[in-house]
T-cell receptor, first 116, second 116 residues
Framework: DTGVSQDPRHKITKRGQNVTFRCDPISEHNRLYWYRQTLGQGPEFLTYFQNEAQLEKSRLLSDRFSAERPKGSFSTLEIQRTEQGDSAMYLC??????????????FGPGTRLTVL | AQKVTQAQTEISVVEKEDVTLDCVYETRDTTYYLFWYKQPPSGELVFLIRRNSFDEQNEISGRYSWNFQKSTSSFNFTITASQVVDSAVYFCALSEAETSYDKVIFGPGTSLSVIP
């Protein structure tokens, strides 16, 4: 399968715990995006990377949220001291940017987080 | 102000009926893309269509058709002869050239139920 993959698909945690999600983009894609989707809403942009550089993080919801893409391939999204309001689906997408590439985003299956 | 509006929160139709999902968008950019995504109960976002702002031709793909009208900033989606498998949440979305198409802005979604 050469699509975007995310791990885990589901995560249940207790309030106050830290969680980390992983996203593996399509292999030749240089841009990677994180979105959050709460119940009954459309996905909301959080942050994105060009290779290993994080180009925007102003939309990260608080300083408890951080994302990395250390080698320009897979990315992790960490939430520290989780709160019940963090319960949501976290979606990852990747795209090929530059030249004649269309920068079209391809989405992964998401990680569904439940904070008890 | 919401950039993508989907006024219909929930729609129910009986199988084989036609149904139109409305989408109204707002942008100052002259170059943008519009999208429709389907999200079945499994949660994965399924890409349906991307339309460039310069291409106002309507498109038909099987039972699906899209009506893009720049004059009214609308990009409506019609399913002909609906089937139970069409039951899902449908999202209209926008990405703009001024952000290099990096931020996909989603509408709140329309939940479609097709009753057998």
């Amino acid at each position: 399968d050469t699509g975007v993959s995310q791990d885990p698909r589901h995560k249940i945690t207790k309030r106050g715990q830290n969680v980390t999600f992983r996203c593996d983009p399509i292999s030749e894609h240089n841009r990677l995006y994180w979105y959050r989707q709460t119940l009954g809403q459309g996905p909301e942009f959080l942050t994105y990377f060009q290779n290993e550089a994080q180009l925007e993080k102003s939309r990260l919801l608080s300083d408890r949220f951080s994302a990395e893409r250390p080698k320009g391939s897979f990315s992790t999204l960490e939430i520290q001291r989780t709160e019940q309001g963090d319960s949501a689906m976290y979606l990852c997408a990747s795209s090929l940017y530059g030249g004649v590439a269309s920068n079209e985003q391809f989405f992964g299956p998401g990680t569904r987080l439940t904070v008890l | 102000a919401q950039k993508v509006t989907q006024a219909q929160t929930e729609i129910s139709v009986v199988e084989k009926e036609d149904v139109t999902l409305d989408c109204v968008y707002e942008t100052r950019d002259t170059t943008y893309y519009l999208f429709w995504y389907k999200q079945p109960p499994s949660g994965e976002l399924v890409f349906l269509i991307r339309r460039n702002s310069f291409d106002e031709q309507n498109e038909i793909s099987g039972r699906y058709s899209w009506n893009f009208q720049k004059s009214t900033s609308s990009f409506n989606f019609t399913i002909t002869a609906s089937q139970v498998v069409d039951s899902a949440v449908y999202f209209c979305a926008l990405s703009e050239a001024e952000t290099s198409y990096d931020k996909v802005i989603f509408g709140p979604g329309t939940s479609l139920s097709v009753i057998p």
